[in-house]
T-cell receptor, first 113, second 117 residues
């Protein structure tokens, strides 16, 4: 079953605007990762935030994590048409011998030029 | 650095036929994953290898799916026989981390899109 649920399911914005997408999960995690998937391409890792971190930045990306609410958000600032893609959060669970990623359902972002 | 390679990119088969997918991970990556991504959903882990051993295959439908990584490098995933609901993109990923390590950024291949008619 899916661990993470992204919100909104779809988002359409104009170039230059900021895009915010949210992820909620159910169980305790070790870390949370965000991935991007362009049409016809595989997933690309964007950023990882550990469970003891609250905020992390990478270029135009800002990720926050609230473990008390079991939620995370991804902010893309000054969006570009090339940011059009599906964005997935993936939670790394405490698993003993193996730590696997559980992906959410994704947010489809469309950036209009 | 070369990425994860997968072939074929597309495959169309009829139900009850067999199909195999191939994956070559990034050189030196110990851990290899196969995911199934149904249209409109996130990837779902099917099986995880560390070197040539299976670490987790709890989500693999073993009555029809099999996978191997005999020499600890490239891997094949097979479906026999295929069902209509197997239509999906099959993604291969690798990680330089060991299976038990928590910080496990994964590198994905382009995937194989399977259509079962």
């Amino acid at each position: 079953s899916q661990q993470g649920e992204e919100d909104p399911q779809a988002l359409s914005i104009q170039e230059g605007e900021n895009a915010t997408m949210n992820c909620s999960y159910k169980t305790s995690i070790n870390n949370l990762q965000w991935y991007r998937q362009n049409s016809g391409r595989g997933l690309v890792h964007l950023i990882l935030i550990r469970s003891n971190e609250r905020e992390k930045h990478s270029g135009r990306l800002r990720v926050t994590l609230d473990t008390s609410k079991k939620s995370s958000s991804l902010l893309i600032t000054a969006s570009r048409a090339a940011d059009t893609a599906s964005y997935f959060c993936a939670t790394a669970l405490y698993g003993g011998a193996t730590n696997k990623l559980i992906f959410g359902t994704g947010t489809l972002l469309a950036v209009q030029p | 650095e070369a990425g994860v390679a997968q072939s074929p990119r597309y495959k169309i088969i009829e139900k009850r036929q067999s199909v195999a997918f191939w994956c070559n991970p990034i050189s030196g990556h110990a851990t290899l994953y196969w995911y199934q991504q149904i249209l409109g959903q996130g990837p779902k882990l099917l099986i995880q290898f560390q070197n040539n051993g299976v670490v987790d295959d709890s989500q693999l439908p073993k009555d029809r799916f099999s996978a191997e990584r005999l020499k600890g490098v490239d891997s094949t995933l097979k479906i026999q026989p295929a069902k209509l609901e197997d239509s999906a993109v099959y993604l291969c990923a690798s990680s330089p981390r060991l299976a038990r390590e928590a910080i496990n950024e994964q590198f994905f291949g382009p995937g194989t899109r399977l259509t079962v008619l």
